[in-house]
């Protein structure tokens, strides 16, 4: 109980705004603050210690030649709402990293990506970052085959210090949240029809999870309140609610 209470008073937040746009939530890490920026959808920013970190950096969300350059790009899978050569190329530099998916791999054009496949654990400007599955079990297309079958999509664990942040990417409750072998600080979970997750599903993978923070984002016209009710008697997670429609 000791260690739950400590790591909760470090989790002290502020809202922010980049270029008077977007909020962002601030954590303490064992090595410096986190900021995490909210720039819409599936879209995500983050910095820490210096380094600016672009998660699927797409043009629908920002107007990505006004953005921060990035040190670090990750890209969650190949859909165009996550996928987005002209956002990422705004914010390339000569040293900026980039991680993708094979498939993603596949529409860099000259870009030399690093691709990470399910359950590859890479160390990027000492941040650890881990491939975990992203996948559909139940919604499916009219044919039959999965909105994002399984092993062509990633989601994302970075390690900040001793702080482990989940951006989980367009995914369903999957059963290796099940298994997870360390404590996630902070989730970042997908919630819309008929691509993800219902607030049900997320509230069951927040369950397995166990995230201290949990942020519902690529929710579209789903009600993030519903997931709130769903978890209201989970004391263990506090529910923030971000304007990432």
């Given at each position: 109980m000791k260690s739950i209470i400590i790591f909760t008073m470090a989790l002290?937040?502020?809202?922010?705004?980049?270029?008077?746009q977007y909020a962002s939530d601030r954590i303490n890490t064992s090595e410096g603050e986190l900021?995490?920026?909210?720039?819409?959808?599936?879209t995500l920013m983050f910095k820490f210690n210096g380094k600016v970190i672009h998660i699927d950096p797409v043009m629908m969300a920002a107007d990505y030649a006004t953005m921060p350059d990035a040190d670090l790009i990750l890209v969650t899978h190949e859909h165009g709402d996550h996928l987005d050569m002209t956002a990422i190329k705004h914010i390339m530099k000569a040293d900026t990293k980039?991680?993708?998916?094979?498939?993603?791999?596949?529409?860099?054009?000259?870009?030399?990506?690093?691709?990470?496949?399910?359950?590859?654990v890479k160390t990027i400007d000492g941040i650890r970052i881990?491939?975990?599955?992203a996948y559909n079990i139940v919604h499916k297309r009219p044919g039959g085959g999965a909105f994002h079958p399984k092993g062509d999509g990633n989601?994302?664990?970075?390690t900040f210090g001793r702080t482990n942040?989940?951006?989980?990417?367009?995914?369903?409750?999957i059963p290796e949240y099940r298994d997870l072998d360390m404590k996630i600080d902070v989730a970042?979970?997908?919630?819309?029809?008929p691509y993800t997750m219902t607030p049900e599903m997320v509230a069951d993978a927040a369950k397995d999870i166990q995230p201290t923070i949990l942020y519902?984002?690529?929710?579209?016209?789903t009600d993030p309140q519903k997931l709130v009710e769903l978890l209201k008697s989970d004391k263990n997670i506090e529910v923030r609610i971000r304007d990432m429609k």
């Open positions: 002290t937040t502020t809202i922010v705004s980049l270029r008077g900021e995490m920026f909210f720039i819409g959808h599936g980039i991680v993708m998916t094979e498939k993603c791999a596949g529409q860099a054009g000259d870009l030399d990506p690093m691709v990470m496949k399910n359950g590859d881990r491939a975990i599955p989601g994302y664990i970075l942040v989940l951006v989980g990417g367009d995914t369903e409750n970042f979970l997908p919630m819309n029809l519902p984002y690529h929710y579209g016209e």
